[in-house]
């Protein structure tokens, strides 16, 4: 079955970097689109980035320019390098894909890493 699985979360000061990784398995990874996503305490879960199996990439207004989404085929992993971090940044990270069953779409998530942004 489709499993990813979220790491490289943690702890920062305001203007750090931190790199989240997302491993996948049960799909064909290279054919993919898969996106990062984060919810916030009280908030709504939001896209982040976004990259397509032929490495396009869309990005939240809020992140353009300090985020960067990337893709490894042979690894079955998706990057999300994140710099210059501010504390509204802080949320549960969560990457997803979907896969089709005849016409129907289903929606995979990984369980998430804590990503907090604090002095």
């Known amino acids: 079955q489709v499993q990813l699985v979220e790491s490289g979360g943690g702890s920062v000061q305001p203007g750090g970097s931190l790199r989240l990784s997302c491993a996948a398995s049960?799909?064909?990874?290279?054919?993919?689109?898969i996106s990062w996503h984060r919810q916030a305490p009280g908030k709504e879960r939001v896209l982040v980035a976004a990259i397509t199996n032929g490495g396009g990439t869309n990005y939240a207004d809020s992140v353009k320019g300090r985020f960067t989404i990337s893709r490894d085929n042979a690894k079955n992993t998706v990057y999300l390098q994140m710099n210059s971090l501010k504390p509204e940044d802080t949320a549960v990270y969560y990457c997803?894909?979907?896969?089709?069953?005849?016409?129907?779409?289903?929606?995979?998530w990984g369980q998430g890493t804590q990503v907090t942004v604090s002095s």
């Open positions: 997803s894909t979907h896969t089709w069953r005849g016409f129907a779409r289903q929606d995979h």
């Open positions: 049960g799909f064909t990874f290279s054919s993919a689109a």
